[in-house]
């Protein structure tokens, strides 16, 4: 059990030697999960920062909101909790629930049990890991702010090799990314540009 008060507030965490990280709780509240003691602090430290206000931290997150900085998440029996390999990690690695082998050339629909309540004006996008990458496997996808299905992810094989993954793997990342939905309007021309039209291999080697 590691503790510690920050700006006034306790800040708590549990070992989980199952999964070897730490569940962080802010004065009794889950907050979400870290790897290192580093982590961990960084991962306090911020919280506190958008939910409460500290110094110059909330400075530098003045356009912050709690509802944008915490990311509802549900799971369905036998399904990981996403998590950053790092606090300040961009993508939430989502892992297999199931063991299968994956041959040369094909892909595998794997559902990660995991749902979210991605906020408005965001969008969660699947990308593939680099490790998995540099075996043949990648991985793209696209989660709209309203879905609120379980996550499935599409694996494909590109390598010329059989690739077996474990449940509890990790098999893509999800990053949250502000998007715009401008409404749709039809013209007759477009605003004129030094490209124009200029579309494959038009700007050269």
């Known amino acids: 059990m590691v503790f510690k008060v920050i700006d006034g507030h306790q800040v708590s965490a549990e070992w989980d030697e199952l999964k070897e990280q730490y569940k962080v709780i802010v004065d009794g509240k889950y907050i979400g999960v870290a790897d290192t003691t580093k982590d961990l602090n960084t991962l306090a430290t911020n919280y506190i920062?958008?939910?409460?206000?500290?110094?110059?931290?909330?400075?530098?997150?003045?356009?912050?909101?709690?509802?944008?900085?915490?990311?509802?998440v549900k799971l369905d029996a036998g399904a990981y909790e996403p998590v950053r390999a790092h606090a300040t990690d961009a993508g939430l690695d989502l892992k297999s629930t199931?063991?299968?082998?994956?041959?040369?050339?094909?892909?595998?629909?794997?559902?990660?049990?995991?749902?979210?309540?991605?906020?408005?004006g965001y969008v969660g996008l699947l990308t593939s890991k680099s490790?998995?990458?540099?075996?043949?496997?990648?991985?793209?996808?696209?989660?709209?702010?309203?879905?609120?299905?379980?996550?499935?992810v599409v694996v494909y094989n590109h390598s010329s090799e059989g690739?077996?993954?474990?449940?509890g793997q990790k098999i893509t990342q999800m990053v949250l990314i502000p998007i715009i939905t401008p409404v749709v309007e039809i013209v007759d021309e477009l605003s004129e540009t030094e490209r124009g039209d200029g579309g494959f291999g038009s700007t050269g080697k």
């Open 131 to 152: 490790g998995l990458m540099k075996k043949g496997l990648t991985t793209r996808g696209t989660i709209d702010s309203s879905y609120r299905g379980s996550i499935g």
């Open 49 to 72: 920062a958008v939910s409460y206000g500290m110094g110059d931290i909330r400075k530098h997150r003045a356009t912050a909101d709690i509802g944008k900085s915490v990311l509802k």
């Open 163 to 167: 690739i077996k993954i474990e449940a």
């Open 98 to 120: 199931r063991t299968f082998w994956l041959h040369p050339g094909h892909q595998e629909f794997v559902d990660t049990g995991v749902h979210c309540e991605i906020p408005e």
